[in-house]
């Protein structure tokens, strides 16, 4: 099972390594088939690479450049996350496509940047309410990751159902809903993990830890070590 945790823009660098310290220590006695990551802002991840050094948790950005070293003011190349210490990366976050217009196309050339650096890269899907209300959640996701595999190709790749209106809402996906998504997901991508995200917290992850799903990609519930820990336990 996989714990991914997405701090979205939240905390402060120089609370970044304590908080990841206290994680690290508390989840060396988490159940041993759990897998951790922890997805931060780029001025947190030299803290965050220290105090996770050595401990069961990937460290990861949540986003990357599409391009390669060069006149790119503001941007960070794939290279120096993984300098950094990162393994993996988001891309594709809905707030990304919403908040930053990124296409399809440029979330396949960062997939692409990602693997080229060895990042492994976790591509979040998911549909707006609007594609939900008509039930064409399964169609909507497939197309997204069609899109980004035709420029990116295949590769190592982890895929994050993410439907956006359930993104931050309280409002959590139904499970079985998830599960189907999931199966589509995995039917065209054979062997890729799969998580669900989407508002999942202590209180309802269970709900989501079943034979479809590989885990879950938890944003606010995230930055709260007591709600880290309740999950981490019902994941054995
Ligand atoms: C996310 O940021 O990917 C996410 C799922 O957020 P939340 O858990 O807050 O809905």
Request: hydrophobic share 35%.
């Given at each position: 099972m996989i714990l991914a945790l997405n701090w979205k823009m939240q905390l402060l660098p120089s609370q970044a390594g304590p908080w990841a310290e206290r994680l690290a220590e508390l989840s060396?006695?988490?159940?041993?088939?759990l897998e951790l990551a922890l997805f931060a802002p780029f001025t947190h991840l030299s803290a965050l690479a220290a105090a996770l050094r050595g401990s069961r948790v990937a460290l990861g950005a949540q986003d990357l450049s599409?391009?390669?070293?060069?006149?790119?003011?503001?941007d960070v190349a794939a290279e120096m996350l993984a300098d950094l210490g990162c393994s993996q990366v988001l891309v594709g976050h809905s707030e990304r496509r919403s908040?930053?217009?990124?296409s399809d196309r440029l979330i396949g050339r960062k997939l692409a940047r990602a693997r080229s650096a060895g990042l492994l890269p976790l591509l979040c899907l998911g549909e707006p309410w609007e594609v939900r209300q008509r039930g064409g959640q399964l169609e909507y996701s497939l197309a997204q990751l069609e899109a980004a595999l035709e420029v990116a190709g295949e590769g190592p790749l982890r895929l994050a159902y993410e439907p956006v209106w359930a993104i931050g809402t309280g409002k959590s996906c139904h499970p079985e809903d998830a599960a189907q998504v999931s199966l589509a997901l995995k039917r065209r991508l054979p062997g890729a993990a799969v998580l669900y995200g989407g508002s999942v917290n202590a209180a309802n992850l269970a709900q989501f830890l079943r034979p479809e799903l590989d885990g879950a990609l938890v944003g606010?519930?995230?930055?709260k070590l007591e709600q880290v820990a309740e999950m981490a336990a019902l994941c054995g």
């Open positions: 060396s006695n988490w159940p041993a088939g599409a391009e390669q070293f060069g006149a790119h003011t503001g908040e930053h217009a990124e606010g519930a995230s930055l």
